[in-house]
Nanobody
Framework: QVQLVESGGGLVQSGGSLRLSCAAS????????MGWFRQSPGKEREFVAS????????NYADSVKGRFTISRDNAKNTMYLQMRRLRPEDTAVYYC????????????WGQGTQVTVSS
């Protein structure tokens, strides 16, 4: 079982940047496909980005493609989400997640970190 802890959220102006981190403990992160999700008040949680176990293959939601970059350092058991050109609509609680299977639902979730983008 893996435990996930996000950090790096905060308040930023529109057009600014933030980098989120997700530290994994309990088991080596290279065992897991990992991803980022976000949830805004009154909305359902949505997919943001994902990375395969090695970090070589990534996927992004259309809304963040070209602005966000997911990466991972398995030696540090840490995943990152570099967010650039942030918009007010990116405001949400961001969660990291992990799963053991190549496909299927994510089984492990962090507690979330708040990102607020002011206009």
């Amino acid at each position: 079982q893996v435990q996930l802890v996000e950090s790096g959220g905060g308040l930023v102006q529109s057009g600014g940047s933030l980098r989120l981190s997700c530290a994994a403990s309990g088991r080596t992160s290279s065992n897991y496909v990992m991803g980022w999700f976000r949830q805004s008040p009154g909305k359902e949680r949505e997919f943001v980005a994902s990375s395969d176990r090695s970090g070589d293959r990534t996927n992004y939601a259309d809304s963040v493609k070209g602005r966000f970059t997911i990466s991972r350092d398995n030696a540090k058991n840490t995943m990152y989400l570099q967010m650039r050109r942030l918009r007010p609509e990116d405001t949400a609680v961001y969660y990291c997640a992990a799963r053991t299977g190549t496909f299927g639902p994510y089984s492990y979730w962090g507690q979330g970190t708040q990102v607020t983008v002011s206009s």
